[in-house]
């Protein structure tokens, strides 16, 4: 069990353009999260999967951002456009079936100027 | 009203001493809770959660909750300087997230 492992672990990109993330969860577990945080706040919900298919969108999140699962394996989170407003850690979180605990990611820093 | 509430400290605590951390939640559909701690540039990591009424003890981790009063409290026995850190609460209702608390940040001083 390697823990969830997310790429790349920093990421600074100017305004306008688009940026990728990538998470791979924890072995089997059919569960992935995305959330953002912002410094002294706590993680903010954006979409979860349960093996591909995603369930929930946080209703914050823009058309510029989305997500996949495509093989129910890894996932990335994508945003189009960068602002300066998305500057924030980027966490993924997984969490195996039946249970409602999450185990995050190291998280991917993002910085647009 | 914040969904989850904690008081943003920071709690400074002596080496040795019981730190207490309170949350608040406002959904009263709320079934299991998580604690996580998460230092200063990292991610969160889980520390502990409970689903029923009561105490739930896991080392020097203490973890109480209170349905009826929406209060869930976290008790860090012998602190120590090591536990300095931001500590998050987060509620699991209906769906599949987690809503989090602002943290409350430790300050365990040796």
């Known amino acids: 069990d390697t823990g969830v492992s997310q790429d790349p672990r920093h990421k600074i990109t100017k305004r306008g353009q688009n940026v990728t993330f990538r998470c791979d969860p924890i072995?089997?577990?059919?569960?992935l999260y995305w959330y953002r945080q912002t410094l002294g706040q706590g993680p903010e919900f954006l979409t979860y999967?349960?093996?591909?298919?995603?369930?929930?969108k946080s209703r914050l999140l823009s058309d510029r951002f989305s997500a996949e699962r495509p093989k129910g394996s890894f996932s990335t989170l994508e945003i189009q456009r960068t602002e300066q407003g998305d500057s924030a850690m980027y966490l993924c979180?997984?969490?195996?079936?039946?249970?409602?605990?999450?185990?995050f990611g190291p998280g991917t820093r993002l910085t647009v100027t | 009203q914040k969904e989850v509430e904690q008081n943003s400290g920071p709690l400074s605590v002596p080496e040795g001493a019981i730190a207490s951390l309170n949350c608040t939640y406002s959904?009263?559909?709320?079934?299991?809770f998580f604690w996580y701690r998460q230092y200063s540039g990292k991610s969160p990591e889980l520390i502990m959660f409970?689903?029923?009424?009561g105490d739930k003890e896991d080392g020097r981790f203490t973890a109480q909750l209170n349905k009826a009063s929406q209060y869930v409290s976290l008790l860090i026995r012998d602190s120590q300087p090591s536990d300095s850190a931001t500590y998050l609460c987060?509620?699991?209702?209906?769906?599949?997230?987690?809503?989090f608390g602002g943290g409350t940040r430790v300050l365990v001083k040796p």
């Open positions: 409970i689903y029923s009424n």
């Open positions: 979180a997984s969490s195996p079936t039946g249970l409602w605990e999450q185990y």
């Open positions: 987060a509620p699991h209702a209906a769906g599949n997230k987690l809503t």
């Open positions: 999967f349960q093996n591909e298919a995603q369930l929930e």
């Open positions: 959904d009263r559909g709320s079934q299991s």
């Open positions: 072995s089997e577990h059919n569960r």
